[in-house]
């Protein structure tokens, strides 16, 4: 069974600090994307990753994939209020049509 | 383009009462996915569609829930009868191909009382 494991899942932290958040599941995955989600509001597509290694930017926000730990990290550089955000992790298993998110983390930045 | 158009934003039933959620996916797009949003059980996929074809819905509740795809641009999720557990926001998203990046609706914010 596909299980996704976010953490921290709650994080406040001050500007200009930099955190990273962590996400593991358990079985191999074909991708694994971020998405956030601002309080009331729908979920934004931030990072999808494909394969081992991959790594990309957008930002302050950095991604990154490494299928052989099952391991995603999201990498918050120098961080603004702004940022400021649920933040999600789903994992895709292609072969089960499985598409799995983690709870969240919740990500409050002190101005 | 517009995005993703759900409708109702908003909806107040009671219990034992039929809900309709609709979705509008984004032109172009071959892939829809239904989710659910709860404070206890996070996001969950509950049912998603290739080219109008249900391909998984193992998601799905149970028997109360049933979703259809008619046409590329327009699906359905309906709840019948409805119970105040299934209060929640249901989103619906869309992708170009099932691997892409998916594209959220606002969501439906229903609440059965």
């Known amino acids: 069974e596909l299980k996704v494991e976010q953490n921290p899942l709650f994080l406040s932290m001050q500007e200009g600090k930099n955190y990273t958040i962590y996400c593991n599941y358990s079985t191999t995955s074909d991708r694994l994307y971020w998405y956030r989600q601002d309080p009331g509001k729908s979920l934004e597509s931030l990072f999808v990753?494909?394969?081992?290694?991959a790594v990309k930017q957008e930002g302050r926000l950095m991604a990154s994939l490494d299928t052989k730990a099952r391991l995603s990290t999201l990498h918050i550089t120098a961080a603004v209020h702004d940022l400021s955000a649920t933040y999600f992790c789903?994992?895709?298993?292609?072969?089960?049509?499985?598409?799995?998110f983690g709870k969240g983390t919740r990500l409050h930045i002190l101005p | 383009d517009a995005g993703v158009i759900q409708s109702p934003r908003h909806e107040v039933t009671e219990m034992g009462q039929e809900v309709t959620l609709r979705c509008k996916p984004i032109?172009?797009?071959?892939?829809l996915f239904w989710y659910r949003q709860t404070m206890m059980r996070g996001l969950e996929l509950l049912i998603y569609f290739n080219n109008n074809v249900p391909i998984d819905d193992s998601g799905m509740p149970e028997d109360r829930f049933s979703a259809k795809m008619p046409n590329a641009s327009f699906s359905t999720l309906k709840i019948q009868p409805s119970e105040p557990r299934d209060s929640a926001v249901y989103f619906c998203?869309?992708?170009?191909?099932?691997?892409?990046?998916?594209?959220f609706g606002p969501g439906t914010r229903l609440l059965v009382l």
């Open positions: 998203a869309s992708s170009f191909l099932r691997q892409e990046t998916q594209y």
């Open positions: 789903a994992v895709d298993k292609n072969r089960d049509d499985k598409i799995i």
């Open positions: 032109s172009g797009h071959n892939s």
């Open positions: 990753l494909l394969s081992n290694g």
